[in-house]
């Protein structure tokens, strides 16, 4: 039997986080949903708490959970958003 870790051993230089704005007045926000269930209910709320605090919103979907998301749907974030959010419910 072969033993097969889950964990990636390659050294890594670590990557520094992007900043915070100071307010989300005005902001561009993506809001991802995945296609997990609830998913779209953790947004709705979200949505809401953003919009309160001058974002503006606009709302994407991955076609199915398991894949990673199409190049359209990275463009237009990449091109139309200054902050994005991935909803992972479970």
């Not at 390659?10 to 561009?28: D, F, H, I, M, N």
């Not at 991955?62 to 237009?76: C, D, G, L």
């Amino acid at each position: 039997m072969e033993y097969v870790s889950p964990f990636d051993d390659t050294a890594r230089e670590p990557v520094a986080l992007a900043p915070r704005p100071a307010s989300l007045e005005g902001k561009r926000v993506a809001l991802l949903d995945i296609n997990k269930r609830r998913g779209s209910e953790f947004l709705d709320r979200l949505e809401e708490l953003l919009r309160e605090r001058g974002a503006e919103t606009f709302r994407l979907s991955k076609p199915t959970f398991s894949r990673p998301a199409p190049t359209e749907v990275v463009e237009r974030v990449a091109l139309h958003a200054d902050l994005a959010v991935e909803a992972l419910a479970d």
